[in-house]
């Protein structure tokens, strides 16, 4: 299934992606004409009881935490004890057997950060490859040292963000 990250549905690019599934880094859903894969963004979404809220809206999966080994504006940093204690309670909320746990997307590409998570609670891993296009053979191994590291955890990837840019562009 493909699906596409999309703050709101005005000018909705979802259909014409052929996505059929849509998140917003959010928990809940705007609207729009596809499937709502929530998201906790950062555990503080979970203080309202948004987990069990989530739980039963029976979303068929969870995508978990963006990118906690970065700084930005979009990142809820925290460290790998902490998204790991993050993990296990939404582990414990959305059973295996109901949903899909979709592990962090990392926004810093390094991947002996993903050697300090607890992989295991997941169903599934979540890479973010910034600027690491294929126009290149050098970008195409970066990106392929990146994607491998996740591979090792013998978990399907889903990719929630991409961008080929190079470093610096805008």
């Not at 057997?97 to 979540?126: F, R």
């Not at 191994?141 to 080929?164: H, I, Q, V």
Request: glycine content about 12%.
């Amino acid at each position: 299934k493909k699906g596409i990250g999309q703050w709101s549905f005005g000018g909705d690019k979802t259909p014409s992606a052929g996505a059929s599934w849509y998140y917003n880094w959010g928990p809940y859903s705007k609207g729009g004409p596809a499937e709502h894969i929530p998201m906790i963004w950062g555990w503080r979404d979970n203080n309202d009881g948004a987990f069990h809220a989530l739980a039963a809206s029976r979303a068929p999966a969870m995508l978990g935490v963006n990118e906690p080994d970065g700084n930005g504006i979009a990142s809820w940093t925290m460290t790998p004890d902490q998204l790991n204690h993050g993990l296990a309670i939404a582990r414990e909320v959305f059973p295996r057997e109901a949903y899909t746990l979709v592990g962090p997307g990392l926004v810093s590409g390094q991947s002996g950060w993903l050697d300090h998570i607890n992989y295991w609670v997941c169903d599934a891993v979540s890479p973010h490859p910034y600027a690491k296009g294929v126009s290149s053979p050098a970008q195409r191994a970066e990106l392929d040292f990146m994607l491998n590291a996740y591979r090792n955890k013998g978990l399907p990837l889903w990719c929630t963000a991409y961008d080929s840019r190079p470093p610096g562009m805008a």
